[in-house]
C-alpha cells in the first residue's frame, strides 16, 4: 500500500483473529496495516496448526448424525462450565451468550460463505461426566473443518492479500510493537523495532535481531497478539492456587513467540487486564519426535477406553477419563506431587482411538483427500502419524505381556516408585468387570454408552474388551506430560470489542481481540472450556472488532 496515504487501521498479529478483523476493515473499504514480529511463513499464527475443530448448536452435520442440539442446552453446558464468579465477569458473561447465539445461528452459514466445509461425524469432546449443571457438553459438538486449521485461515489470508493487491492493505513482517501510542488518552498509533529478516520455517524460532525501527498511525488499533502458552515463566507466575503448584517441567503446545508480551504492552497504555489465572493446558502431552518450536509438544485427542493411572499406578477417579474433563484431571494429577501420568491400553484401542491434535498430524484430513482418510481412519492399523510416535516416540512403551509393559513404565521413570502390583490388580479387576453386559466400573459403562452415538462407534470408541486379551495385543503404555496451550483470560472489551480501562469505560482508539482479549470480554470461556471455542472465539471476536473499527454494526451487541 502506498504509504502517502492514511490508515483508517493496524492490526497487531497476524493471527486467524487479526485476519477476520483486516478482512472486516478491507470489506468495508478501510485501509489497514497488518504488523506481525514473526517471518511471513508464520501467517495464520496458531490456527494454521489447529486440527480445524469449531463448536456448533444444532447443525445440520449433527442432525444427520442423530444428535439432538439446541441453544438453550448448549447455554446450560457452557455457563455450567464456565462457573463465572466474579465481579469482572459482566462482560465475559454477555460475550458468551453472544458467542452462543453466533455458534447457533449465522456462524455455519457464515463460514460456508467463504468456502468452510466440515467433517461429517461429529466428535464428542469435554464430555464432563458430572451432573446436567455441571460442566461439559451433553452431546457431541466438536466439528471437524474439512481441511483442518489450515482451511478455517485461508478464506481471511485470501482476503487480506486481496486487499493487498486492491491497495486497500499492507503486511508488516518482522515488526514488533514495543509500545502503543498514546496522545491525550487515545491510542494513535504504535511504534517498536523492526526485526532482521529470517527464514525460519512456520513455528520455528526466529531471530531478534534489530535493524531499525518503525512507527506507524491510525485512528484505531486492533491488538490481537495471542496468549502466554509459549511463555513458561509467565504461565508460572499466573499459575491459579486452585491448581496446586505450578508444574516444573511443561511441553509447549504453541511456538515460543506466544509470550505474551503485547499484554504487558496493552496494559501500560492503559488496558484492563483480567483473568489471567484462567488457562486452559491439557494432559496428554507427548514430546514430539520431530519437533519445529522448543518443548514442542503434541497432544492426544483420546477416546474413552485408555486406563489412566496417575505416575504411582493408581488409577484416576471418576469422572476423570480420557476425554471427559481436562482440567479436573489436571488439578488431580497435580494433587498428587507429581507432574505426569499414563494411559494403558491395547493396539485395538489405540487404532480406533488415538488422534492427535495438529493439522500436521492429519494429513488426510489436512489434505482433504478422502481415499487417505478412509485408508488411515477405517483401515488396518492405526493412522500413519500415531504408528510413528509409536515406533519413535520417547513417551511410548509397547510390549506383549504386562510384566514386560510394567517393567518398561518404571524405567522410564526411575524417579517414582510405581505401585507395580497395584497396576495389575487394577488392570485384571478392570478385565473381569467385562465378562457381561453388567458393570459397576464407570468407565466401562461410559465406554458402552458413548457407542450408543453412532459417530463414536463408527471412527472413535473401541469395542469393549480386556487389557489383557491376547488378541488384542500389543499392550502400549504412553507416558502423559503437561501441555501449554490456551489463555482463557485478557483484555477486557465489550461487545464492539474496543478495550476497557480500569474505570470500565472504552480506551478511544484500542480493540482488541482473540486470545489476547480471553477470546472476547477478558474471558467468555470462565473458568473452563467446551472445546472448539478457541477458533470460533478468534473468528467471532475478530469479526466483531473488524466491524465495529469499521463503523458496521456488531450483532448481538
Same mark, same amino acid.
Request: glycine share 12%; hydrophobic share 40%.
Given at each position: ?27 468495508? =473499504?478501510?485501509?489497514? &496495516?497488518? /504488523? @506481525?514480529?514473526?517471518?511471513? +511463513?508464520?501467517?495464520? #499464527?496458531? !490456527? ?98 474439512? =481441511?483442518?486449521?489450515? &482451511?478455517? /485461515? @485461508?478464506?481471511?489470508?485470501? +482476503?487480506?492479500?486481496? #486487499?493487498? !493487491? ?102 501500560? &497504555? ?288
Amino acid at each position: 500500500m502506498p504509504q502517502s496515504r492514511e490508515l483508517d487501521a493496524i492490526v497487531v498479529g497476524a493471527g486467524l483473529s487479526g485476519l477476520v478483523a483486516a478482512a472486516e476493515l478491507i470489506d468495508a =473499504g478501510k485501509r489497514v &496495516a497488518i /504488523v @506481525e514480529q514473526e517471518p511471513e +511463513a508464520s501467517l495464520g #499464527g496458531q !490456527a494454521w496448526w489447529s486440527f480445524g475443530g469449531l463448536f456448533l448448536i444444532d447443525s445440520p452435520e449433527q442432525r444427520r448424525m442423530g444428535i439432538k442440539d439446541s441453544l438453550e442446552l448448549a447455554r446450560q453446558d457452557w455457563f455450567g462450565t464456565a462457573g463465572f464468579d466474579r465481579a469482572e465477569d459482566e462482560w465475559p458473561r454477555r460475550w458468551a451468550e453472544a458467542y452462543l447465539q453466533f455458534a447457533a445461528g449465522e456462524k455455519r452459514e457464515w463460514l460456508r460463505e467463504r468456502g468452510v466445509g466440515f467433517f461429517p461425524v461429529v466428535g464428542w469432546a469435554e464430555r464432563g461426566g458430572y451432573t446436567a449443571l455441571g460442566h461439559g457438553n451433553s452431546v457431541p459438538r466438536f466439528h471437524v473443518t474439512w =481441511g483442518t486449521g489450515p &482451511a478455517v /485461515v @485461508e478464506p481471511f489470508v485470501a +482476503a487480506v492479500r486481496q #486487499g493487498v !493487491a486492491d491497495g486497500l492493505a499492507s503486511f508488516h513482517f518482522r515488526r514488533r510493537v514495543d509500545d502503543l501510542i498514546v496522545e491525550n488518552g487515545a491510542v494513535v498509533g504504535v511504534r517498536g523495532a523492526t526485526l532482521a529478516a529470517d527464514n525460519a520455517q512456520r513455528g520455528a524460532e526466529s531471530n531478534r535481531n534489530i535493524i531499525g525501527d518503525f512507527e506507524l498511525r491510525a485512528p484505531a488499533t486492533i491488538v490481537t497478539s495471542g496468549g502466554i502458552g509459549g511463555n513458561h515463566e509467565l504461565v508460572r507466575a499466573q499459575w491459579p492456587k486452585r491448581m496446586g503448584a505450578a508444574p516444573k517441567n511443561l511441553l509447549s503446545g504453541v511456538p515460543a513467540h506466544v509470550d505474551g508480551r503485547m499484554l504487558g504492552i496493552t496494559e501500560q &497504555a492503559g488496558a484492563r487486564l483480567i483473568n489471567g489465572d484462567r488457562m486452559w493446558h491439557y494432559v496428554e502431552g507427548i514430546q514430539n519426535w520431530d519437533p519445529v518450536w522448543p518443548k514442542h509438544g503434541i497432544r492426544i485427542l483420546p477416546g474413552p477406553s485408555s486406563v489412566w493411572l496417575d505416575a504411582t499406578g493408581h488409577r484416576l477417579p471418576t469422572p476423570l477419563f480420557p476425554g471427559f474433563d481436562t482440567l479436573g484431571t489436571l488439578e488431580h494429577i497435580l494433587s498428587t506431587g507429581y507432574e505426569h501420568s499414563w494411559f494403558v491400553l491395547t493396539q485395538a484401542i489405540i487404532e480406533k482411538e488415538f488422534a492427535l491434535s495438529g493439522s500436521e498430524q492429519n494429513p488426510d484430513l489436512t489434505g482433504k483427500s478422502v481415499r487417505e482418510l478412509l485408508k488411515q481412519r477405517l483401515g488396518t492399523g492405526a493412522a500413519a502419524p500415531v504408528e510413528a510416535f509409536k515406533k519413535h516416540g520417547a513417551d511410548f512403551i509397547v510390549a506383549d505381556t504386562l510384566d514386560e509393559l510394567l517393567t518398561g513404565m518404571q524405567n522410564l521413570t526411575p524417579e517414582v516408585a510405581i505401585d507395580l502390583p497395584h497396576v495389575r490388580r487394577e488392570i485384571e479387576a478392570r478385565d473381569r468387570e467385562l465378562t457381561n453386559q453388567f458393570s459397576k466400573d464407570s468407565q466401562i459403562n461410559a465406554i458402552r454408552q458413548a457407542r450408543h452415538y453412532r459417530g463414536d462407534k463408527l471412527i472413535r470408541v473401541a469395542k469393549p474388551h480386556r487389557i489383557l486379551d491376547p488378541k488384542a495385543g500389543p499392550l502400549i503404555a504412553v507416558k502423559l506430560n503437561i501441555l501449554t496451550r490456551k489463555s482463557l483470560g485478557g483484555i477486557q472489551t465489550d461487545l464492539s470489542a474496543r478495550a476497557l480501562g480500569a474505570d470500565g469505560t472504552p480506551i478511544s482508539g484500542l480493540w482488541a481481540a482473540g486470545e489476547a482479549s480471553g477470546f472476547g470480554g477478558g474471558g467468555m470461556h470462565g473458568y473452563r472450556a467446551l472445546e472448539g471455542t478457541f477458533l470460533g472465539g478468534c473468528l467471532f471476536s475478530g469479526r466483531a472488532a473488524g466491524r465495529s473499527v469499521a463503523g458496521r454494526s456488531v450483532a448481538n451487541e
